[in-house]
């Protein structure tokens, strides 16, 4: 049971550049978000989807986009990366308002 | 908007001293949950509370909720290496807002 699995798990960038950080969890679970992690600032959601079909801003969403693909994937879009978003970033998912099961996290690094 | 504040941001102790971190909240919540991250590592649920005033434990651990469910606590008796990391609360309303977090070091 592999849980949440989120690629690339590394990622250098120049500014302006895009990727997608892609994500995938196979325990079945309807909701799915997106997290950034920055020293001294906890966890910020960055964006969110509580069933296949729907997504929802958060705290952070700009320089962002997301695709909930289908119940199983969610990917994190950076169209014109910028270093403000050097982070490491992390998938999560969990059952409607329970537990919430995290990536191992994408290291992300602009330059 | 809704707040979670955590304290301290960080704490060193020597092994076998007791650790506590406190988590407020501007608003009220419906539950609040813990979770601790290692070096390196990914968070990783500890437990969720729910009643006003309720007390769970953990083998060391310790959670209490607030009876305004508007604050927390984590105390962990007798620290080991082990415990090492950044615990985590988060509370919930209509979306689940994490704390800032506090880093736990253990002295051997």
């Known amino acids: 049971n592999a849980g949440v699995t989120q690629t690339p798990k590394f990622q250098v960038l120049k500014t302006g550049q895009s990727m997608t950080l892609q994500c995938a969890q196979d325990m079945n679970h309807n909701s799915m978000y997106w997290y950034r992690q920055d020293p001294g600032m906890g966890l910020r959601l960055i964006y969110y989807?509580?069933?296949?079909?729907?997504?929802d801003k958060g705290e952070v969403p700009n320089g962002y986009n997301v695709s909930r693909l289908n119940k199983r994937e969610f990917s994190l879009r950076l169209e014109s990366a910028a270093p403000s978003q050097t982070s490491v970033y992390f998938c999560?998912?969990?059952?409607?308002?329970?537990?919430?099961?995290f990536g191992e996290g994408s290291w992300l690094t602009v330059v | 908007g809704q707040q979670v504040m955590q304290i301290p941001q960080y704490q060193h102790v020597q092994e076998g001293e007791d650790f506590t971190t406190y988590c407020n909240s501007s608003t009220t919540l419906s539950n609040i949950q813990w979770y601790k991250q290692r070096p390196g590592g990914h968070p990783v649920f500890l437990i969720q509370?729910?009643?006003?005033?309720e007390v769970k434990k953990q083998k060391r651990l310790t959670f209490q909720f607030g009876e305004a469910k508007k604050n927390s606590s984590l105390h962990i008796t007798a620290t080991q290496t082990t415990d090492v990391g950044t615990y985590f609360c988060?509370?919930?309303?209509?979306?689940?807002?994490f704390g800032t977090g506090t880093r736990l070091q253990v002295f051997p």
């Open positions: 999560a998912s969990s059952l409607q308002g329970n537990t919430i099961y």
């Open positions: 988060a509370g919930r309303t209509d979306k689940l807002i």
């Open positions: 509370l729910v009643k006003s005033g």
């Open positions: 989807s509580a069933s296949e079909g729907t997504t």
